[in-house]
């Protein structure tokens, strides 16, 4: 069997990174994750070629190699995962189609006809799903009621894709989420109770990343790493006992509550082990917004104090925040602003509202008959945001203060402000202080045909980066002393913080996309007036 795995194109928005892709020489942010874990499940006597989008295009040979094409996608990937599914019938091409965004608006889904609609996690549908692809039925739609055990899942297929071409790969810990935010997904599609794979699991998937090659930054893919303190503790102390091991070859960027804030035994496990980046749910600054999403966790204490205890103690907080939420006053978009200058956050991102197909928010807004089923405007569309819902402010309100935000906190100076002060309060690296000195392993022999190629990528991305932010930029002369400061007062952070500088040109981009749609008509407001 040849099986063509198709992960759709991301479209510009916060998560596509396309400028710090093109600074570091690199193609897409992160490989499909659900994708070559599938690969690791179907038999392995299967031909596969994954094709990620944003890497490369499909080709005839693709499409007519394959007996079965695997199509899946997010929220991020709606629109061109439809325009995938419909192109693979037209070919005569068997179709299976899963994935979150798949589990969560199942009907949409079936309105493309695909063959095989697989809801849920794969670990324990296989079975059907060889079944499904072995007969000629009319649509299938698989499911269980019952979510796997993750003991059931394998080391993903990282040989199908090249990780070279990626930013950052990823790995999984753990699925769900302890807590019931409205808005989320995580709890219809994963569960309230946290399932975890075993520490062992964990090593053996990092042992396979190293062992291909991969040094730098991990993304721990899990909705929650700290969804449950003990496991975390358990896990952070293996993870760190294999980076000595192995000279600490990653860094990690994962996701967090902000109850971590509050927690400074697991803070110091989790900088041990050599997380930097965290992205934290923030979602909004008014108390009577948390309260309506049920965002409970973050009414525990001044979200400051937390994000300048996580920022202190060398962990660097994106903040994602979402407006047009019920419960927030006017100027939540000013506030949120301030709230990210005064926390120092030099990465911060605010979506618009948009309800998922069978989150709590979505069946509220339907029982008070305001889900606007029939509008199906594309939601990712950044430079045109619309609502699938009536919102309890005007929406020209909503949107005009989520514009001005990103404009205020994706100011050139601003930004570089936020990143200069949040560097300088972070304590230095504790290698620096003179608490962990273990040298590093220097790369297999096997590796070593690869660095050239490497390291003239790096180089490069070096030279792009410092010629827009330091030569063309008219924040260079701030850029330049704030660079030499950092520099002189906190150097074992100092290449971190030139990343983020890096990363900042992403947010310029995301920022112009956002303000061009400032004069455009059509907008969401005209058909959502809001109450």
Same mark, same amino acid.
């Given at each position: ?170 790995? @999984?810990? &753990? +699925? %769900?989420? #302890? /807590? ?6 995580? *709890? !219809? =599609? ?52 294999? @980076?000595? &091991? +192995? %000279?600490? #070859? /990653? ?6 509550? *902000? !109850? =971590? ?59 994602? /925040? ?210």
């Amino acid at each position: 069997m040849r099986v063509l795995l198709v992960n759709p194109e991301v479209r510009d928005c916060f998560w596509s990174r396309t400028e710090s892709c093109f600074l570091s020489g690199k193609k897409a942010l992160l490989p499909p994750l659900g994708l070559i874990t599938l690969a690791a499940l179907l038999p392995r006597e299967w031909d596969f070629r994954v094709r990620d989008l944003s890497i490369e295009p499909l080709t005839e040979d693709d499409w007519s190699w394959a007996d079965v094409v695997m199509v899946t996608g997010m929220i991020v990937h709606r629109q061109r995962m439809f325009e995938l599914i419909r192109e693979a019938k037209q070919r005569g091409k068997k179709v299976v189609v899963g994935g979150p965004y798949v589990t969560s608006a199942t009907r949409e889904v079936l309105e493309t006809e695909p063959d095989i609609v697989v809801r849920g996690e794969a670990e324990n549908l296989i079975d059907d799903l060889l079944e499904a692809i072995e007969t000629n039925s009319a649509l299938q739609v698989i499911e269980r009621s019952e979510r796997p055990d993750l003991a059931l899942s394998p080391i993903p297929r990282y040989d199908l894709v090249n990780l070279q071409d990626y930013l950052v790969p990823s790995i @999984q810990s &753990s +699925r %769900g989420c #302890p /807590f019931d935010c409205e808005f989320c997904d995580v *709890v !219809n =599609l994963q569960g309230r109770n946290v399932r975890f794979k075993s520490d062992d699991q964990v090593i053996n998937e990092l042992e396979a990343l190293f062992r291909m090659g991969w040094r730098g930054q991990i993304f721990m893919a899990d909705d929650n790493f700290i969804g449950s303190k003990k496991r975390s503790v358990r896990l952070l102390k293996r993870i760190s006992e294999w @980076q000595v &091991s +192995r %000279g600490k #070859p /990653f860094c990690f960027f994962g996701q967090v509550s *902000v !109850n =971590l804030g509050r927690d400074q035994e697991l803070i110091d496990l989790m900088t041990e082990a050599r997380f930097g980046d965290i992205f934290v749910g923030l979602e909004s600054p008014d108390v009577d917004a948390l309260e309506k999403c049920g965002k409970k966790q973050n009414l525990g204490g001044p979200l400051d104090d937390a994000i300048n205890n996580l920022k202190k103690s060398g962990l660097l907080v994106t903040g994602s /925040f979402i407006i047009g939420v019920d419960g927030e006053g006017k100027g939540v978009g000013k506030r949120i602003s301030e709230l990210v200058e005064r926390t120092d956050m030099p990465m911060a991102q605010i979506h618009t509202m948009w309800a998922i197909p069978n989150t709590r928010l979505w069946h509220r807004l339907k029982q008070e008959g305001r889900l606007l089923e029939n509008v199906n405007p594309d939601p990712m569309d950044i430079s045109d945001p619309q609502f699938n819902f009536i919102t309890s402010r005007p929406t020209e309100e909503i949107i005009e203060e989520w514009r001005g935000a990103w404009e205020t906190m994706y100011e050139h100076s601003n930004f570089l402000g936020r990143a200069y002060r949040c560097f300088r309060a972070m304590r230095p690296t504790k290698k620096a202080l003179g608490i962990s000195t273990e040298p590093p392993i220097p790369p297999d022999a096997a590796q070593w045909p690869a660095l050239p190629r490497k390291y003239l990528a790096e180089m490069l991305g070096v030279l792009r980066f410092l010629w827009r932010q330091g030569i063309v930029s008219s924040s260079r002369i701030q850029f330049w002393r704030q660079a030499d400061l950092i520099f002189r007062k906190n150097r074992s952070r100092w290449k971190w913080y030139m990343g983020v500088c890096g990363a900042g040109e992403d947010m310029y981009k995301v920022t112009r996309l956002i303000l061009e749609g400032r004069n455009r008509t059509g907008s969401a407001s005209r058909t959502n007036p809001g109450r």
